[in-house]
């Protein structure tokens, strides 16, 4: 039986992708799997006793070698922010190509805590930096300096020590560029070195807790339980500063999806499933609704999305449970056909993600398959013709076409580049001031505004002499070529109507992540968890691949 | 030190709010990485260049022909770089291509190197005296390289190289006939037992 790949024009919808959870593809599982062999550890520990100071943490293998570089510092509560404007953090972390000399690390003192204002290195590949959850971080050392192990209730309402504000890579505020790296097999998928700085964060946290707690009370103080860091992950905040992210990098965001796509396809193909998957997959379905009965948010809009979810899961294992057959053909076809008649968006996404647990065998090629060479797909092809690119459009775009713009509420916003901080950032066009400086990133309207001119242009033309005419419409030209050829690179929806929920682009790139517990602080940023669960570098070697499912918080 | 990363998003950036279009600063973003990979000064070129658009004109060029003569002021080498890029498919056609007057011609060159990779043929250019050649953007070499490049090009001309050898037959030979040390005679058993052996070609 051969099962057609999902329709962009469905799966492409913001609802859809804001609706998208982590799975065997997503980059800190990949990164866990290609690092697991590699040798950690901790290199350098200078903290005082209250734990402020330097930790240098590394991977290596062979002669390549990835360090850590951690600055603990001294700040004041009012300083402490989330926000991008901030400009001071408890802990900043560079991640340093090779083993940093001590000239590298004074250097690096001098630059990391700085983040945004600070001038990396080439030697430098990831730059982040992260604030206290200080109610936890009190409570365990509190706990730990006094010989006791932390309340695992109020642990499990946060579920991290620390929360990341921002993680940079790729060439920002003069990191190494992507291509100076981009032949090393280890990182051949996307965001793996962020992955391991977050992952590395997460271990100096644990160490940095038990240190402090050891130096309040050296003779009662007992270690954080092994078993509590596992559970502890770490947090992030995130912005808007993700969004146009997606928008900008079409080849790779058609790669993402796509390979979810395959995964997907090449499931509901598998003729005979084996008990051991069907097993497995049903396992990790129970296990899962942990993670469901304790994602914690104050946001209506989320507790909605995930009432329904749990609904829809508790549903959808009755079903399992009653009347399905795994012995028959083609039983993961049966299931999705079932859940897309009778789920959520939410729930569809979170099962198709569980889908791929038993398969190894389809997941790894595709993960090798996830990163772009964005740089061949740039020239706009202009010996082709304007009847060309009209076919590609009306047969891509249908749904954003149907769009009418003239419309106050579908041209509602407009994204910009903040001065201050130099981040994007969406305002209402009728009220704020600015949208003379739009970043082109209203996709939707100006595709529809190409589509227009050439309704009105003539067929025989070519894109070259349609160009010199109609410059204002050369970025969305190039984009409709990208995905004559990449079919999941285009958010098939409208990013600046009113009804827009920035977060749901958000939720796709983080879901690609791995992170869990989405919880929206408002429709323009939210706060989530990273690694909660996954093993401890001591364990690497040997770990269970389905630890997100067995989160004991 | 600037990544590539902040040099191609600052020029970009600085391009929109010169008054190009979103996709022509795409294009002058990707020009000036280009030219500062090859360690080649395009911050500084684009910089000047648009210090000078705040009190002179210039002449945007949207048809290339064979020869080409700006009418009042020189050449935009943006407006001209990109129709190049997006033309050069037709261009090629032309043996040599002539520019007269050409403004800040060193921001010309990236869309020239990235056009000389579309078409697969390497590309000559003669700016004033001096000469560049573009190999199918690879690389970029010039006699310019240790000089300043010119403000302005009086001449510019474009000279596409056909797809031929850069060497003599009796060079190639000569080299050939040394690489042959390190073959190994056949003996007869060999010969009879490789691929297709015993077989007739016509089955």
Redesign the interface.
């Known amino acids: 039986m051969k099962v057609e790949l999902r329709d962009p024009n469905e799966i492409m919808k913001l609802s859809r992708l804001g609706s998208f959870h982590q799975s065997k593809l997503s980059f800190l599982r990949s990164f866990l799997n290609e690092f697991k062999e590699w040798e950690y550890k901790q290199d350098l520990f200078d903290l005082d006793e209250k734990g402020f100071g330097e930790a240098v943490y590394s991977f290596k293998k062979d002669k390549r070698v990835y360090s850590l570089v951690c600055f603990a510092n001294k700040i004041k509560d009012e300083e402490r922010s989330d926000r991008v404007i901030a400009t001071k953090w408890d802990a900043a972390f560079t991640l340093h190509d090779g083993i940093p000399i001590k000239k590298d690390i004074e250097r690096l003192k001098n630059e990391v805590p700085k983040q945004e204002v600070g001038r990396l ?2 030697k430098e590949l990831t730059l982040s930096r992260a604030n206290k959850s200080v109610r936890i971080y009190n409570h365990v050392i509190d706990s730990l300096s006094k010989g006791e192990q932390p309340d695992l209730n109020l642990l499990s309402k946060v579920g991290y020590l620390y929360r990341t504000t921002a993680v940079y890579g ?10 100076r790296i981009k032949n090393r097999e280890e990182i051949n998928g996307p965001f793996r070195l962020e992955m391991m700085l977050v992952y590395l964060v997460r271990q100096f946290t644990f160490d940095q807790v038990n240190h402090v707690a050891y130096h309040k009370n050296p003779k009662k103080s007992v270690k954080l339980d092994q078993n509590i860091c596992k559970n502890l992950g770490i947090g992030n905040s995130t912005g808007l500063g993700m969004a146009p992210f997606i928008v900008n990098h079409p080849t790779l965001l058609n790669n993402w999806i796509l390979s979810r796509e395959t995964a997907l396809k090449k499931i509901r193909e598998i003729k005979k499933v084996e008990k051991k998957d069907s097993e497995l997959f049903i396992k990790c379905v129970k296990k899962s609704l942990t993670n469901i009965t304790s994602w914690n948010t104050e946001s209506d809009y989320q507790q909605q999305k995930i009432s329904s979810l749990l609904n829809n899961i508790k549903k959808f294992l009755i079903y399992i449970n009653k009347s399905f057959d795994f012995q028959i053909e083609y039983p993961f076809n049966k299931i999705y056909v079932w859940l897309e008649k009778n789920t959520c968006e939410e729930c569809i996404e979170y099962i198709v993600s569980i889908m791929m647990e038993p398969y190894n065998e389809i997941i790894e090629p595709l993960v090798k398959k996830m990163s772009s060479d964005e ?1 061949k797909y ?3 092809p ?2 082709r013709k304007v009847e060309e690119l009209r076919n590609i459009i009306e047969k891509k775009y249908p749904n954003i076409l149907d769009i009418n713009f003239q419309k106050k509420e579908n041209n509602q916003n407009f994204w910009f ?1 903040s001065k201050n901080k130099e981040e994007p950032r969406l305002a209402d066009r009728f009220e704020e001031h600015g949208s003379e400086l739009e970043q ?1 990133l209203a996709i939707a309207r100006d595709i529809k505004k190409l589509h227009d001119k050439l309704l009105v242009s003539k067929n025989s033309l070519t ?2 002499e349609f ?2 005419a109609n ?8 984009r409709a070529f990208i995905v004559e050829k990449f079919p999941y690179s285009e958010i098939q929806d409208n990013t600046i109507g009113k009804n827009l929920m920035p977060i749901d682009m958000l939720r796709l790139k983080l879901s690609f992540f791995g992170a869990l517990k989405f919880d929206p602080r408002s429709d323009k940023w939210l706060r989530i968890c990273m690694f909660q669960g996954a093993p401890l570098p001591h364990e690497l070697k040997n770990y269970d691949e389905q630890w997100v499912y067995k989160n004991s918080f | 030190m600037k990544s590539l990363s902040e040099i191609e998003t600052t020029a970009k950036r600085a391009s929109k709010a010169a008054g190009y279009s979103w996709g022509v600063s795409e294009e002058i973003g990707k020009s000036i990485r280009l030219l500062e990979l090859f360690s080649l000064p395009g911050i500084k070129y684009l910089n000047d260049y648009f210090n000078e658009r705040k009190n002179n004109k210039f002449e945007n060029l949207k048809l290339i022909s064979e020869k080409n003569i700006s009418a009042h002021y020189p050449f935009c080498p943006i407006i001209l770089g990109v129709s190049f890029l997006d033309q050069v498919n037709k261009l090629e056609d032309i043996k040599n291509i002539e520019f007269k007057n050409v403004a800040y011609p060193l921001l010309l060159i990236p869309f020239l190197s990235r056009s000389s990779e579309i078409i697969g043929k390497k590309i000559n250019v003669r700016l004033n005296e001096n000469q560049i050649r573009l190999n199918l953007n690879v690389n970029i070499s010039s006699d310019l390289i240790n000089d300043e490049f010119p403000k302005n090009a009086a001449n510019f001309v474009v000279n596409f190289f056909e797809n031929k050898d850069n060497f003599t037959e009796e060079e190639w030979e000569s080299l050939y006939k040394i690489s042959e040390d390190t073959f190994v005679e056949e003996s007869d058993s060999l010969k009879q037992a490789g691929a297709g052996a015993g077989l007739t070609d016509n089955d």
Do not use: W
């Not at chain 1, 790729?170 to 291509?179: H, N, P, Q, T």
């Not at chain 1, 410059?471 to 190039?478: A, M, P, Q």
């Open positions: 290195s080439y790729s060439g920002k505020f003069g990191l190494a560029d992507r291509f740089e740039f020239n706009i202009t010996n580049i082109p894109i070259a160009l010199s410059s204002d419409l050369r970025h969305v030209v190039r």
